[in-house]
Antibody
Framework: EVQLVESGGGLIQPGGSLRLSCAAS????????MSWVRQAPGKGLEWVSV???????YYADSVKGRFTISRDNSKNTLYLQMNSLRAEDTAVYYC????????????WGQGTLVTVSS | SYVLTQPPSVSVAPGKTARITCGGNNIGSKSVHWYQQKPGQAPVLVIYYDSDRPSGIPERFSGSNSGNTATLTISRVEAGDEADYYC????????????FGGGTKLTVL
């Protein structure tokens, strides 16, 4: 059974850093492409980043240069390192497994809440 | 960057048909995917590649895509279908990125 479990969210001050984790089971993270998607309170879904099976990474303009997506193949875990956090980064962050050549997301984690506030 | 436009809300009576649109420039040339999200829950894929249904999704859910509009159709709407619905495409024309529509709140009257 495919499962994705996020962790690492919490309250952080503006300008701070946080690392989110997404532990996967039932499939191999490195053989798939994985994304982070976030949702600000009361708002819609916003795609954040992707890491392809080959290791290439891409980011939304809103986080480029501040966030880094990575994975640990030995732990079958996806990460999102978030630096220089801003109030507008406050959101529930979901990890999701991408499928197909025109990517859709077939499995999602339950999400972890990041609150950026002083 | 590519933009997807959805109506903020759609209302439908039980047993009727709901249609949720997703507009985008020449969206018919892209593959559109749809997600259902209920309050406090993660999104669930309901349609992929315009009209394919994942296993476990009722046949009442269907999709189409042509020209500048993609449509999610829910037949014989039930109270349990009340949720937010999001369309999504993958834009790899200039940079690889996911694009979501703003979401549509489906209310079952």
């Amino acid at each position: 059974e495919v499962q994705l479990v996020e962790s690492g969210g919490g309250l952080i001050q503006p300008g701070g850093s946080l690392r989110l984790s997404c532990a996967a089971s039932g499939f191999t993270v490195s053989s798939n492409y994985m994304s982070w998607v976030r949702q600000a309170p009361g708002k819609g879904l916003e795609w954040v980043s992707v890491i392809y099976s080959g290791g290439s990474t891409y980011y939304a303009d809103s986080v480029k240069g501040r966030f880094t997506i990575s994975r640990d193949n030995s732990k079958n875990t996806l990460y999102l390192q978030m630096n220089s956090l801003r109030a507008e980064d406050t959101a529930v962050y979901y990890c999701a497994r991408g499928r197909g050549t025109m990517a859709y997301f077939d499995y999602w984690g339950q999400g972890t809440l990041v609150t950026v506030s002083s | 960057s590519y933009v997807l436009t959805q109506p903020p809300s759609v209302s439908v009576a039980p047993g009727k048909t709901a249609r949720i649109t997703c507009g985008g420039n020449n969206i018919g040339s892209k593959s559109v995917h749809w997600y259902q999200q209920k309050p406090g829950q993660a999104p669930v894929l309901v349609i992929y590649y315009d009209s394919d249904r994942p296993s476990g999704i009722p046949e009442r859910f269907s999709g189409s895509n042509s020209g500048n509009t993609a449509t999610l159709t829910i037949s014989r709407v039930e109270a349990g279908d009340e949720a937010d619905y999001y369309c999504q495409v993958w834009d790899s024309s200039s940079d690889h990125r996911g694009v979501f529509g703003g979401g549509t709140k489906l209310t079952v009257l």
